[in-house]
């Protein structure tokens, strides 16, 4: 396999694994807040770095055009989906969970 | 209230092809009652334009001197006559930063009660931001209270439709729109030749035929947006480095055995005006460094944090430089950070009380 092969592997394993970590946080993390900080932090990274994967396959132009595009899209709507989540549970008054707070 | 005596009226201005008749409105209001009413015109900022935005702050005083002028003529008075009645025109809201209508009915309604006004009187184009329309989201929030009324002047709407036929379109912003929409028809396919080049101008001019009016806030300044551009993308690789460390900072914490987390809200207030700019903080701070931007209300952000160590780095207010520096150029580096501008009380008192009474006056 070429280098750029291994560098487009490299990228998509890396993505992968920060999804996974995204997955474990979800299921890890106490409460709906935290969980926010996991699927918006490493899922964004993770499909940033398998889009980046995929443009070095790409050897033309017209295609990383549209992957970058994707790009700005996902760093535009993943934001913006957190927050929207976010903003209803706190709307809704669901406290969110502090250190120490199990004890009560 | 002062129910008994004359009118006591608000007018919220700003630039609209209605002001004029709205303000006659007002001062005839005024004259048709009894003497001893009052009508104050207040421009809402909506962000420290002195500092920000020179051109901006110019022409609010600007418009507020026209207001002045109109007053006069609706009353007919010689040049050197005093106006008669109470005529107050002020900039309002010039130390705060208003992210939402919400913020909006609040500065009026503080105004209002501040000057022992009861009635507010709408233009009905009134936009404060060039955005989306802002009325009745602001007459919404008014509904709940008692104390002041409001009204939009029976005025003369333009009808927006008619601009379409009228040939009422704004040349810059259609061009822009156009090439915009034309340039994305052709990315999207590859530049592929006479046809693909056909129906791109086909479709970018219906959608800048009906889209143009929306899609830029306030007038189309090529400059300026070139200018934005240039600077998003030196704005770019500094956000990727701090997802990129957003993400090791995550990876850590998730995968750590103990879950060292810290979780707090924060409640800060950027300097940052309403609109885009407070759209790219609030999504960059959900993509940095264990911060989530929950709500944006009453003029501050509610941001959860995840640890003591994302806490500091809100407070260093980065990122909000940054923003500002984006679309108001190197100006916007000089404002002092969240921690320099005095908040930063708010942060020491998080550190010494107890995590859990942060959210006790939430909902």
Known sequence: MSLLAWSAVALVVVGLFFTIVAAVGLIRLPD????????????????????????????????????????VFMLITTPTATHAITRAAHDQGIAPWVLGGDEE | MSGTSGPRILVPVGDSVTLRNTVAYAVRELTEASEDGSVHFVFPTHWQTRQLDEEAAEAAEELLDRIQTWVREDLDLEPDEEVPMSVTTALIATEEYLFSYRDYADSLVEYAREHDLDHIVFDPEYNPDGQGPLLSPIEAELDRLDDITYET???????????????????????????????????????????????????????????????????????????????????????????????????????????????????????????????????????????????????????????????????????????????FGRGGFRIASLRERGQADESADDQESPPATEEADSV
């Not at chain 1, 990274?45 to 017209?62: D, E, H, N, P």
């Not at chain 2, 479709?203 to 929306?214: C, D, Q, R």
């Open chain 1, 32 to 71: 709906l807040y935290t969980r926010a900080h996991a699927t918006s932090k490493a899922d964004t990274l993770g499909t940033l770095l398998t889009l980046a994967g995929v443009a070095v396959v790409f050897q033309s132009g017209v295609p990383r055009i549209k992957l970058g595009l994707l790009a």
């Open chain 2, 153 to 327: 002047a029976p005025v003369e709407r333009e009808i927006r439709g008619r601009q379409l036929l009228t040939g009422g379109i704004n040349i810059g912003t259609f061009l822009g729109t156009f090439v915009l929409s034309f340039l994305f028809y052709q990315f999207l396919g590859g530049f592929s030749g006479t046809f693909d080049y056909a129906t791109g101008a086909i479709s970018a001019g219906i959608v800048a035929a009906v889209l143009s009016g929306i899609t830029f806030s306030g007038d189309f300044r090529p400059l300026r947006a070139l200018r934005t551009i240039g600077r998003l993308l030196v704005y770019f690789p500094f956000l990727l480095w701090e997802i990129a460390k957003a993400n090791l900072q995550v990876a850590y914490i998730v995968l750590h055995p103990s879950l060292p987390i810290d979780p707090s809200v924060e409640r800060i207030r950027p300097a940052v005006p309403i609109g885009l700019p407070v759209t790219l903080l609030a999504n960059s701070i959900t993509l940095t460094p264990g911060t989530v931007t929950i709500d944006i209300r009453d003029r501050e952000f509610y941001v959860h944090a995840f640890s003591q160590s994302s806490r500091d780095g809100l407070y260093d207010g980065d990122l909000e430089r940054w923003v500002r520096f984006v679309f």
